[in-house]
């Protein structure tokens, strides 16, 4: 029986792949299949096991069946838009679609459009598209707010979203779902819509985010079938701290990754946060100086060119070692790279393996991470972590629903290209997960704050931004508005920040001003591995000079604390049963023996089915210890809530600390904890009104608000070189938030940022749930003498926000010898 025309393309695909030295993955012979089938879906697969291939083949495959005569015919138009999260996957991406395209004997041309890109550069794909052009989901918006844009996407088959995801939990997400909802209009039902990702928790609804589900015969989940292997090797220490406090042990532990190092052909050292990037590399550098131009670091605030050193030195294997954060993440292929070092706990299964995955990123080969822990209590998380990872334990990743910030910045977007007709548009946007639910009102509310300013901005005519002409087409007529909302698209919101730049001109980077304010002029600071004085800002610049100090302040950027899934959560309290069993069958539980010794003679060690409350005093006053091992955000809520709740009883002043572990209430005054338990504290009913009376909602509110603001388009950072201070955005923000309270409560942007608190900051379902597990938990309610183990480092957490002429370190030390003596 002769072939058929769809086998004798999937042939040439696996022929080529022979020519490589390679083997088809049965998962990537499916993904060409369902493509060549005309389907959408997602391709579920390890990292490193040529996830990339399964969909670039295809698409090329579609091109030569359709010009079997001409496979070498150039300017095809775009054929392609490879979506990608992070500019550093683009280089892989290219390179992986060239080498394919040269060896079919194609004229293909693969772009690259991201904030990199020249504008001369932009102008020729403009005006010439290449026929696969790697981009951002911020650069695709771009795209969309120009004239023309349905010509350029004109011959169109298909969008990848690469590492897909890492962008379903975020609005970075909701911008894909609404530029994928115009794509389908103006390409019809042949348009494609395929998303590459690693394992999470809920892939199902992640294809519900990126294809409708109205589809659904026309898509797929493609799986591979064969697992990463992954090694864990915890670094343990010589002698367990009994009384652990976060970040300490890490440092101790660095004599013993310095050998990690040397063992290995090239190492990827993971922190968590970029001070720590920076902490470590130099503790690194100060412990072996022949590291010196052996290792570097790597994080988001280096400078583009120094990053792409760094990427290229690892790419050549000239680098023993890089002190990363997740910048390096994603999915660059770093063959040469052999070890994983990860600096405290990922706080995340898919974290952890993502990372680990950066090692052995080749079909086959085994990833090996060296988990390092900063106290003594990660050691519990590390064996934690094991297990999510044999259980095939993977997290959920939560969708944006109903993010009127982007919609109302994605519709002026339509209305600057060349504008847009209501009946249309809010069909296609009820076509997202996003919007589906989106009513007429709401949807008459975003066009007349985009028209008119709404209720409240009526009077001001810069809020005036669409005008709807006697067509009935909204668009934007003013040239001036249009240049601000192009330099304003996207959904990243970070602090401001200035660029730091040498008095004798060179950049170094950008660091957040509200560093920078905390400095005075000749203060010493380490930034990207340099000693740097600072001399003064000028402008956006923040100006400096070499430093030989061997000391100086790490700057810390906000947001850098990861939040403990659920997941992972649940096996730490399996790991705390464990412990308190004296099940050692881990070596990080059999390390940890003496701590238990210790917490079990104070106080106790909470099984699954308990909760473990501590109360004592001593000179700084009533301590009140509550441990859920719920992970820090919803410790946050819950510290509110109980704090709230014991004050009906009597009228006390809390101050709150707390950690993945528990949380902390300390009083001046006797805490009437008995009481309170004997009144039903952890109720769920009345959960809505105690939370919003205990935590200052409104003010929390307020803070989240300034982010929706500024992806809405109330707030303007201001244009290249002349960026608005800090200070000037947050009070335009407050003024916005305050005059919507008083004079329009209904306004959808204002009860987004209540509903973002609720959802993802003090994640109320999460919170619920929590609460009806304690409820069916046995209360362990403890006295102790003194401060256990278990609440020592939430002790020193609180002392870390205060302002103190002491060392943190001395006075810890001071504490230790306290506690240690009966």
């Not at 790279?337 to 990922?346: F, Y």
């Not at 504008?419 to 975003?446: H, M, N, P």
């Not at 003679?601 to 001593?618: G, M, Q």
């Not at 009376?693 to 109330?714: H, K, P, S, V, Y």
Request: contains cysteine.
């Amino acid at each position: 029986m002769s072939a058929t025309p769809q086998q004798n393309l999937l042939r040439r695909g696996n022929d080529w792949f022979t020519h490589q030295g390679w083997s088809v993955f049965p998962f990537q012979r499916q993904a060409w299949q369902a493509y060549l089938d005309g389907k959408s879906g997602l391709v579920n697969a390890p990292t490193g096991s040529g996830k990339t291939y399964s969909l670039i083949i295809p698409i090329l495959l579609e091109f030569l069946a359709e010009h079997p005569d001409d496979p070498g015919k150039a300017n095809n138009g775009l054929r392609a838009v490879w979506l990608t999260p992070i500019r550093a996957l683009t280089r892989e991406i290219q390179m992986a679609a060239e080498s394919a395209i040269e060896d079919l004997g194609m004229k293909w041309r693969v772009g690259i459009r991201s904030g990199d890109t020249s504008s001369s550069d932009r102008t020729k794909q403009r005006s010439k598209p290449p026929e696969i052009l790697i981009t951002t989901p911020e650069s695709l918006h771009l795209l969309m707010a120009s004239k023309g844009y349905e010509k350029f996407f004109g011959d169109l088959r298909v969008l990848v979203s690469d590492e897909w995801h890492e962008l379903i939990g975020t609005k970075r997400g909701v911008l894909v779902e609404l530029a994928l909802s115009r794509l389908r209009a103006i390409r019809g039902p042949a348009f494609r819509t395929w998303g590459i990702s690693a394992t999470i928790g809920n892939m199902e609804e992640a294809l519900d985010v990126l294809v409708p589900a109205h589809t659904a015969e026309h898509r797929t989940i493609v799986r591979a079938g064969h697992a990463k292997e992954t090694q864990m090797i915890t670094v343990l220490p010589d002698e367990i701290e009994t009384f652990p406090w976060a970040g300490h042990l890490g440092i101790k532990l660095l004599e013993k990754v310095i050998p990690i190092i040397y063992s290995s052909g090239s190492t990827l050292i993971f922190t968590n946060t970029r001070s720590q990037c920076e902490i470590w590399y130099q503790r690194l550098l100060d412990a072996d100086p022949e590291l010196s131009g052996a290792i570097a670091m790597h994080h988001g605030s280096i400078s583009r060119e120094l990053r792409d050193w760094v990427e290229d030195a690892l790419h050549e294997g000239t680098l023993k070692a890089v002190v990363c954060t997740s910048s390096l993440d994603l999915g660059v292929d770093f063959r040469p790279v052999e070890t994983i070092v990860q600096i405290g706990s990922p706080k995340g299964v898919a974290r952890f393996l993502q990372r680990a995955g950066r090692s052995g990123h080749q079909p086959g080969a085994t990833s090996t991470i060296h988990f390092v822990p900063t106290h003594s209590m990660e050691l519990l998380e590390a064996s934690a972590l094991r297990r999510c990872m044999e259980g095939g334990v993977i997290e959920s990743r939560i969708p944006y629903i109903r993010s009127f910030d982007v919609l109302v910045q994605y519709l002026v977007t339509l209305a600057v290209s060349g504008g847009f007709r209501r009946d249309e548009v809010l069909r296609e946007v009820r076509g997202t997960f996003c919007y589906a639910s989106i009513s007429d009102e709401e949807f008459a509310w975003c066009l007349d704050f985009i028209t008119t300013g709404g209720n409240s901005l009526g009077a001001y005519d810069e809020y005036h931004k669409v005008i709807r002409d006697e067509d009935g087409v909204y668009k934007v007529e003013s040239r001036k508005v249009a240049t601000m909302h192009r330099m304003s698209i996207g959904a990243i919101v970070s602090e401001t920040t200035l660029t730091i730049k040498y008095m004798s001109g060179g950049y170094i980077g950008s660091i957040e001003e509200y560093f920078i304010s905390s400095l005075k002029p000749g203060d010493t600071f380490w930034f990207a591995g340099r000693s740097l004085k600072f001399v003064k800002v000028k402008g956006n610049d923040a100006l400096v000079k070499r430093s030989n100090a061997k000391k100086g302040k790490v700057p810390s950027w906000r947001g850098g604390r990861m939040q403990l899934s659920s997941q992972l959560s649940e096996f730490l309290r399996l790991a705390m049963g464990e412990l308190k069993r004296e099940d050692y069958h881990d070596p990080e539980l059999l390390k940890l023996a003496p701590l238990r010794d210790i917490q079990v003679k104070r106080s106790a060690v909470p099984a699954p089915d308990e909760l473990l409350i501590e109360y004592f005093h001593d000179r700084e006053g009533w301590h009140l210890v509550v441990y859920p091992c719920e992970g820090r955000g919803i410790h946050e809520g819950l510290a509110s809530l109980i704090a709230y709740r014991i004050s009906q009883f009597a009228p006390l002043t809390f101050t709150i600390a707390m950690n993945d572990y528990g949380f902390e209430l300390l009083s001046d005054q006797p805490i009437p904890i008995e009481e309170a338990l004997g009144s039903d504290l952890f109720n769920v009913t009345e959960l809505n009104a105690d939370l919003n009376a205990g935590i200052n909602a409104t003010e929390m509110a307020r803070r989240r608000f300034r982010d929706i603001a500024a992806i809405a388009g109330l707030i303007f950072k201001g244009y290249p070189g002349k960026h608005k201070k800090e200070k000037h955005l947050q009070s335009g923000s407050q003024l916005f938030f305050d005059v919507f309270s008083d004079y329009e409560p209904s306004n959808l942007l204002l009860q987004q940022a209540y509903d973002e608190i609720m959802t993802f900051q003090l994640q109320e379902a999460r919170l619920r749930s929590a609460l009806d597990r304690i409820n069916a938990q046995k209360i362990l309610f403890l006295q102790p003498e003194k401060a256990t183990p278990f609440g020592f480092a939430l002790i020193v957490d609180r002392l870390r926000e205060r302002i103190s002429s002491e060392k943190l370190e001395d006075r810890i030390k001071r504490m230790r010898l306290a506690l240690v003596w009966d």
